[in-house]
């Protein structure tokens, strides 16, 4: 599956609608992020289950800036409308395909009985 552009209008209906998808915040100016880009694209053919999405900082700079994007290329992981991850910098294919694989491992009822927990205690 090719990549998705996202935007503003589009973002929660994408991570409402599909159990994992992956987020590239990016720019065209950013050298990381176009080095990233076939990475990226590579891991989008070979996880077809997975929604691949980029969202351009330059054309949706109110998106990047509701998740306080600094550095870019950021990349973001949504399971079950759940953020997991969300980190600055251009991984490596080893580095991506481990985070997908420990992405779909994880028990997501034990993930959202954590986050209950930290929420009363932050109560």
């Known amino acids: 599956m090719a990549t998705v552009n996202l935007s503003l209008s589009t973002f929660e209906e994408t991570i409402k609608n599909n159990d994992i998808v992956l987020i590239d915040f990016w720019a065209a100016w950013c050298g990381p992020c176009r080095s990233f880009a076939p990475v990226y694209e590579k891991a989008s ?32 992981a949504f399971r079950d409308q759940v953020l997991l991850y969300s980190q600055p910098g251009a991984l490596p294919a080893t580095a991506l395909a481990s985070l997908i694989e420990q992405i779909r491992a994880l028990d997501m009822d034990e993930v959202r009985q954590k986050i209950s927990e930290a929420e009363k205690a932050d109560a």
Do not use: C, H, R, Y
């Open 45 to 76: 053919e070979s996880n077809s289950d997975i929604v691949f999405a980029k969202v351009d900082t330059e054309d949706q700079p109110e998106l990047a800036g509701s998740f306080q994007i600094m550095s870019i290329p950021t990349l973001m």
